[in-house]
């Protein structure tokens, strides 16, 4: 359809922004991922627009370390300290776990899509991409397509019990070469989820390779052929 069929489908102004909503991952916030995502923005113009909220659960600092050691991943000195680290929820240690304030997160979401939707598309980094898939759960029609980098499926029985055997939207996932064996099989069990899903292996560990002239292309192309 393209973007100027999106805007006549949702009866929206030409000159509207063409919206995508954006999470960031666990320990993040929202100024580190409008920087993370500078490039894309550029390399997609000032018809679209990306939307990237902060989560609202404070992350304890001595879990943000734990956590990052367990992926395999460095997490700069700059990078966590009191006011900087973020989730949409806290997993337990229990096994399977169970996400600790996601209710804070589904409404703060809810609200952002009623005052600030709609959104065509949606894009997911690492903790995000539970989140991405929460919302394709709870709203099957209101998104047109999805992006995740780093992802993985929701782990907690409530979310588990409710999972589809497959969304029919197109998808997009960027899974990194050399991530840990646990991450890239959470993140293929997640692609498997999504009819038709775009898969693509970057260089990389557990990060979004948006400064790769080459994924940054593959990524701006793919998001002007989606409706």
Known sequence: MGVAGYYTGMNMSPTSPYKILCLH???????????????LQAALGESYQLVCPQAPVP????????????IGAELPPE??????????????????????F????????????????????????SQGT???TALLMAQPQAFR??????????????????????????????IGQ?????????SEALAARFHGAQVEYPEVGHSWPLRSARYLAKTVRWIGSMP
């Open 59 to 70: 992350c304890p600092e001595d879990e943000v370390r734990r956590v990052w050691a367990r």
């Open 130 to 132: 539970v989140m991405v």
């Open 102 to 125: 996601i209710e804070q997160s589904e409404a703060l979401l809810q609200q952002l899509i009623e005052t600030e939707g709609p959104f065509a598309g949606l894009i997911g980094w």
């Open 178 to 186: 050399q991530e840990t064996p646990f991450m890239r099989r959470r």
């Open 25 to 39: 991952g666990y320990s993040m916030n929202q100024a580190w991922m409008q920087r993370w995502l500078v490039p």
């Open 79 to 100: 990078r966590v300290g009191p006011g900087l680290n973020w989730a949409w929820y806290r997993a337990t240690e229990s096994t399977p776990p169970h996400y600790q």
């Open 145 to 174: 397509w999805a992006m995740f980098a780093g992802g993985a499926l929701p782990a907690d029985p409530r979310y588990v019990a409710q999972l589809p055997e497959a969304f029919a939207i197109p998808s997009l996932h960027l």
